[in-house]
């Protein structure tokens, strides 16, 4: 059982939400856990100019994806960082490039999850996870969440991410503030949950 984890990250917010999802997936039995980034359209004098070089050296050695390869997978759950409430262009051009696995309907019937990060608190986490849901069912893939189950999204004593559409991360103004353990907790949470649902319809 294949389980597929396909993110950008710029700062790093999403490699590690990433991380903490493929560490879920993994505890599930037959799971066999494959982490891509989807390639960078940015060039390096335009990452450099915003401060992203440096902190991109932290998973510059995760191989990059490719369309083909995903048709293998029995689950993907992506990850994406919110732009404008919506996914990243990288991410949005990786997807736009899907449209031969469309035609043949290659990931009908897969599970498909995401998350996500923002700046700020209300930044368009969820509308970036429930508007990528879109493209995910153009595909016929059986989109999961987040489940309450995950008790940590009821949280009222600090500021934190994650909702029943799937976990997220906020990253604060400036991108100082890193995911927090009840963010970590909800990645791991959705990467269980994905890979079991995954084990139950590979059955």
Request: glycine share 10%.
């Amino acid at each position: 059982m294949k389980i597929y984890i396909v993110y950008y990250s710029m700062y790093g917010h999403i490699h590690r939400m990433a991380q903490a999802v493929a560490a879920g997936a993994n505890e599930v039995q037959g799971a066999e856990v494959i982490v891509r980034r989807v390639p960078e359209t940015l060039s390096s004098e335009i990452l450099q100019k915003m401060k992203a070089l440096d902190a991109q050296k932290e998973f510059s050695h995760i191989p990059l994806c490719t369309v083909e390869e995903i048709e293998s997978a029995d689950a993907i759950v992506f990850g994406t960082p919110t732009r404008f409430g919506n996914m990243c262009g990288q991410m949005r051009q990786f997807l736009d490039a899907t449209g031969q696995l469309w035609m043949k309907g290659a990931l009908v019937g897969k599970v498909g999850s995401v998350f996500t990060s923002s700046n700020t608190q209300h930044g368009g986490q969820e509308t970036t996870i429930t508007s990528f849901h879109l493209t995910l069912l153009h595909h016929g893939m059986i989109v999961v969440g987040l489940p309450y189950a995950f008790q940590g999204q009821m949280r009222t004593d600090e500021i934190t991410g994650c909702s029943p559409y799937g976990a997220s991360t906020i990253a604060g103004g400036k991108g100082e503030r890193m995911p927090s353990e009840n963010e970590l907790a909800g990645a791991l949470f959705q990467g269980r949950h994905v890979a079991k649902i995954a084990a139950q319809l590979v059955k």
